[in-house]
Structure formats: structure tokens, C-alpha cells
């Protein structure tokens, strides 16, 4: 079973390790934000690559805030508010893909403000 308690408090406590942790080795991270359009995502394979990227993201000085978690089966979803010091705000919103208790599959879009 997936535990979205540790999902929720890795994410807004900026744990990287933890987050990390709930990952399966072979999983993939898809992301479309200003930089990577739909067309062309980035796209993250393996743990150690979504690795680099989470412990980027937990390292920045910036608060995170989950809303609207909905776990259901084999799926959770999630919005999550961002906000920088400057007060400059990011909105994410992610489907996991659960296998086996770890996160298979992610699928994230981000909106940033300008």
C-alpha cells in the first residue's frame, strides 16, 4: 500500500530522501512547464535521475503546500502550491501511477508566474 501520509509530509517538509524513497528504480517522471511544452516533456527515467531532480527542487528556499490529495486504488493525484521568498508562485498539478507500494509513474504540469 502507498503511503500518501509520507507523500504529503516529504513534499512539504522539502525531504528529499524520504520523496526519494517512494519511487520504484525503474520509474518515470514526465513534466510540462514553461520550459518543456507538451509536445516536447521532460522526461525522467530511473530513480537516480528523478533523484537529482527532487533533491534540486527540496534545496530551494521555497515553502510547498499539497491540496486536493485524492488516493484511490493504484492512482493518487495532487495539487501542490509553491511560493518562493520574493513571493513569486508556482501551481503543480501530478498523477502517480502506483506499482507495488512505489510511484511508477508520474505525470506533473507546472505553471509559474512570470
Same mark, same amino acid.
Given at each position: 500500500?502507498?503511503?500518501?501520509?509520507?507523500?504529503?509530509?516529504?513534499?512539504?517538509?522539502?525531504?528529499?530522501? @524520504?520523496?526519494?524513497?517512494l519511487y520504484a528504480d525503474d520509474a518515470e517522471l514526465e513534466l510540462v512547464d514553461h520550459l518543456n511544452p507538451p509536445s516536447?516533456?521532460?522526461?525522467?527515467? %530511473?530513480?537516480?535521475?528523478?533523484?537529482?531532480?527532487?533533491?534540486?527542487?527540496?534545496?530551494?528556499?521555497?515553502?510547498?503546500?499539497?491540496?486536493?490529495?485524492?488516493?484511490?486504488? @493504484?492512482?493518487?493525484?495532487?495539487?501542490?502550491?509553491?511560493?518562493?521568498?520574493?513571493?513569486?508562485?508556482?501551481?503543480?498539478?501530478?498523477?502517480?501511477?502506483?506499482?507495488? %507500494?512505489?510511484? %511508477?509513474?508520474? /505525470? %506533473?504540469?507546472? /505553471?509559474?508566474?512570470?
Open positions: 500500500m502507498f503511503d500518501v501520509a509520507t507523500l504529503r509530509r516529504s513534499i512539504e517538509e522539502r525531504d528529499a530522501a @524520504n520523496l526519494i524513497d516536447k516533456p521532460r522526461v525522467l527515467r %530511473g530513480r537516480a535521475e528523478i533523484a537529482d531532480y527532487l533533491t534540486d527542487v527540496c534545496s530551494r528556499d521555497m515553502t510547498h503546500r499539497i491540496e486536493h490529495l485524492i488516493s484511490e486504488d @493504484n492512482m493518487v493525484a495532487f495539487t501542490e502550491r509553491c511560493e518562493y521568498p520574493s513571493g513569486s508562485r508556482v501551481l503543480c498539478s501530478a498523477i502517480l501511477h502506483i506499482a507495488d %507500494g512505489r510511484i %511508477g509513474r508520474e /505525470v %506533473g504540469v507546472q /505553471v509559474w508566474d512570470e
